[in-house]
């Protein structure tokens, strides 16, 4: 089972899509709780592939749990977060990222089996024309919708 906590619907818009990665984070237990009461930031956050071959997460701002007894834990609300993936998907990652103009952003946040994962996109910007493109098509969907709704 699948719950949905954030999706970057701007990815579609601004971007054209390589490939996804679907990756588990490494967080702290008052983390979890932030991010599953939806108290973060995504916004400018981008994937790094360490020189130890570790993927990571930054500046994704996590705000602390109110909750949490905040003496004994004191993380850092925008640290960088380690991202579990296979080695084959890392290696894949990595290809992607060396190519010229890619990047690897967060497309949506959500629980599986009450584990938090990322979808990983790995894009390329797409420039003006492709973008009025992408809403010339969007309003063409739109129009047939309403003209199929009419006639059913």
């Known amino acids: 089972m699948e719950k949905l906590i954030i999706l970057n ?4 818009y601004e971007y054209e899509i390589k ?7 490494v967080l702290f237990g008052d983390e979890v709780k932030s991010i599953k009461n939806s108290s973060f930031d995504m916004k400018d956050s981008y ?4 020189s130890e071959s570790e993927v990571l997460l930054l500046n ?3 705000s602390p749990y109110k909750k949490s007894n905040l003496n004994l834990l004191k993380h850092k609300p925008n640290r960088s977060i380690k991202l579990l993936l296979k080695k084959s998907e890392i290696k894949k990652l990595n290809s992607l990222l060396k190519e010229k103009s890619y990047t ?3 497309k949506k946040i959500f629980v599986k089996n009450n584990f ?8 390329r910007g797409k420039k003006k024309y492709e973008k009025r493109e992408f809403i010339k ?4 969907k739109k129009d047939l919708q309403k003209n199929y709704k009419l006639h059913s």
Do not use: C, H, Q, R
């Open 60 to 62: 994704f701002k996590i």
């Open 19 to 25: 490939e996804k990665f679907v990756a588990g984070l």
């Open 104 to 106: 690897a952003i967060p």
């Open 9 to 12: 619907k701007k990815i579609d």
């Open 116 to 123: 938090i994962k990322v979808e990983i996109a790995v894009v």
């Open 137 to 140: 098509n969007k309003e063409i």
């Open 47 to 50: 994937i790094k592939i360490s």
